[in-house]
Nanobody, 124 residues
């Protein structure tokens, strides 16, 4: 059983930066695709970014392109989300998700393992 655990959330002013981490335990995830989703109050869960098993393919939702960077360190069983130029509308709970295959995907139903989430609050 894979258990993802997010960290790095917090409160930041608009224009600032945060780096989220997702450390997986329970098994090695170096062959699995990993992604980030977020959910703002009163809204549905939204895809943010995904990375394939070896890090050679990444994909982002349009609203974060050029501002967020997803990466992974398979030696540490960990994925990251570097968030720059944060906007008020980025405020949400951010969730790490892991697939059961190494191919990237963007639908929440394609992901099997989910973390508990970490809150990101951007003040305007």
């Amino acid at each position: 059983q894979v258990q993802p655990a997010e960290s790095g959330g917090g409160v930041v002013q608009a224009g600032g930066s945060l780096r989220l981490s997702c450390a997986a335990s329970g098994r090695i995830v170096s062959t699995l695709a990993m992604g980030w989703f977020r959910q703002a109050p009163g809204k549905d869960l939204e895809f943010v970014a995904v990375i394939n098993w070896n890090g050679e393919f990444t994909f982002y939702t349009d609203s974060v392109k050029g501002r967020f960077t997803i990466s992974r360190d398979n030696a540490k069983n960990t994925m990251y989300l570097q968030m720059n130029s944060l906007k008020y509308e980025d405020t949400a709970a951010y969730y790490c998700a892991i697939r059961s295959t190494g191919v990237a995907a963007t639908s929440k139903s394609d992901f099997v393992y989910w973390g508990q989430g970490t809150q990101v609050t951007v003040s305007s």
